[in-house]
């Protein structure tokens, strides 16, 4: 009988073993449930990975990479199978819809995964989940993520919009409080020190009972609040560990920052609009330091005074100290901003509304956004003129900052060019008729309408009551120009500059010139069929 070769035999014994493991798998993947499947997509492996000792040298500590990719780890990746199922079977999801492409959702991503490495050690029932919504569009539509990155909590199935902050320990506050722990309660010195390496700000309450109408009051607060982590205690030497220095034994709160104006007591009354009215006046640092991830925090602000410093790093970590020290002078009544000069996307915006988008060196500016007025800092940026500039935001003594372009030569035109400083002379105090074209450069149809303005100029030169100017509203203001449409011909009578006529754009070159006839009344009307 013809004997199989011994590598026939290990290629049969191969198949054998390759078709069991097959078999095996297929038979564990039918009985496991969908419950172990989503188990099993987000265990974390609790063992903490050691180095091999070698000659004698003690393991070492993970490296922040390991220990984010840990994290990350945490974070259930969805997809167009499982979006549905985990989000209808889990009380509360909170989902990151994110694209690769996009810069945020990679700065977010890491406190995403940090936030919930840190839900998962405090037992939160909160599970997080991310998707890809470039590589899913149609889960990310059904679920109306329509932008990156997007931040959704489901609770039950229904979604309702994040309105915390971004940074891990923001996501957290917010998570702990949509579901169900709205305070923490201390008990213990070690604990109260422990607390204090992990939180940045927090308002902490020191009552006798956790019970009672102040209590209530506290606790009513805590909820409403989406971004301050609320703190009770009952032992006085734990709230000392908290804040320092608390003189009342059975009634107490305060909020506390890791900046330079640390601790804040609140003396008002025991009611959850007061409290919150108290933690929206100073939850804020002296000086706000404004990024992309936290401006919309900052923008939530109830003072409507804002000071803001634009500096490249070095020169703000030289105006830092004192800058503190004028902010503490105008606390709860100014806003104190820094912005990086070099950052165009933040900064450029408001430098453009001074005209000083290519501004180098420190400046100062203000805005009273009750009456829409922004303000300039025209002198060097030293303390004490920065004090003054204050107080005079504060007093209402400021004069209103309007862009301008320099003075130009308007020597034989006949059309001049009208600039902010010359509005006043050229417009407002001209006792002639003035004919006033308002444009800017990127107007797709003001080239058409200059020219236009060109020739009437020219046809009306005889008449000495008629008086033509230009102004580019880009780089030009003045409190009296209000027009918002482009390109805009505006009709000053001789008589009457405070309320101008405004002529149409769209119509042809004779019927303008039958307008300025009609509204100049002139002596001598120039015939339109010239024109």
Request: charged share 25%; net charge negative; with cysteine.
């Amino acid at each position: 009988m013809f004997r199989p070769k011994p590598t026939s035999r290990f290629i049969l014994l191969a198949l054998t073993l390759l078709l069991l493991a097959n078999f095996i798998a297929s038979i564990t993947a039918t009985t496991e449930s969908e419950d172990s499947e989503l188990e099993e997509l987000l265990a974390l492996d609790d063992e903490v990975e050691q180095e091999e000792e070698q000659g004698g040298v003690s393991n070492v500590r993970s490296s922040e990479a390991e220990v984010l990719t840990k994290a990350q780890r945490i974070v259930l990746e969805l997809n167009h199978d499982n979006t549905k199922r985990v989000i209808e079977k889990n009380e509360f999801v909170l989902v990151l819809g994110y694209a690769p492409w996009c810069a945020r959702s990679a700065e977010l991503m890491p406190q995403f995964a940090e936030a919930a490495t840190s839900l998962s050690e405090l037992g939160s029932p909160l599970l997080m989940a991310k998707l890809d919504g470039e590589r899913y569009p149609k889960t990310a539509s059904l679920l109306e993520i329509k932008g990156f990155p997007t931040l959704l909590l489901f609770v039950n199935g229904t979604s309702q919009v994040y309105t915390g902050g971004f940074s891990a320990e923001e996501i957290v506050i917010w998570a702990r409080k949509k579901t169900g722990e709205p305070v923490i309660r201390i008990s213990s010195v070690p604990a109260a020190k422990e607390f204090l390496k992990r939180h940045n700000i927090f308002v902490v309450g020191l009552f006798e009972k956790f019970e009672g109408p102040h209590y209530k009051e506290f606790v009513k607060a805590a909820t409403a609040d989406n971004a301050i982590q609320f703190v009770e205690v009952s032992n006085i030497d734990v709230a000392n560990v908290l804040f320092p220095n608390v003189k009342q034994v059975n009634l107490f709160l305060g909020i506390v920052k890791s900046e330079a104006e640390r601790y804040t007591a609140y003396d008002g009354t025991f009611e959850m609009e007061q409290i919150l009215k108290f933690l929206d006046y100073n939850k804020f640092p002296l000086v706000n330091r404004l990024t992309e991830s936290n401006s919309a925090t900052v923008y939530s602000s109830p003072l409507k005074l804002q000071v803001i410093v634009f500096a490249e790093e070095d020169e703000f970590k030289k105006l830092l100290e004192p800058l503190q020290d004028v902010a503490r002078q105008f606390k709860s009544e100014i806003m104190f901003i820094y912005i990086d000069i070099t950052d165009e996307n933040l900064a450029k915006p408001y430098l453009t509304l001074f005209g000083l988008e290519e501004a180098e060196s420190t400046v100062v500016v203000a805005f009273d956004v009750r009456v829409n007025s922004k303000y300039l800092l025209e002198s060097n940026p030293t303390p004490s003129n920065i004090k003054e500039f204050c107080s005079g935001l504060l007093h209402g003594t400021l004069s209103p900052y309007f862009k301008s372009q320099p003075i130009p030569n308007n020597t034989n035109e006949t059309v001049h060019v009208a600039v902010g400083k010359t509005f006043d002379d050229l417009v407002l105090n001209n006792n002639k008729n003035v004919l006033l074209e308002v444009f800017t450069p990127w107007c797709i149809t003001c080239e058409t309408t200059s020219k236009q303005v060109e020739k009437l100029a020219k046809h009306f030169k005889s008449l000495d009551n008629l008086f033509f100017a230009k102004i580019d509203a880009s780089v030009n203001e003045h409190p009296k120009l209000k027009v918002d449409d482009y390109p805009t011909l505006l009709f000053y009578t001789a008589n009457d500059k405070e309320d101008p006529i405004k002529l149409s754009t769209k119509t042809s070159l004779k019927d303008l010139a039958t307008s300025i006839n009609k509204h100049v009344k002139a002596k001598y009307e120039v015939a339109k069929d010239e024109l």
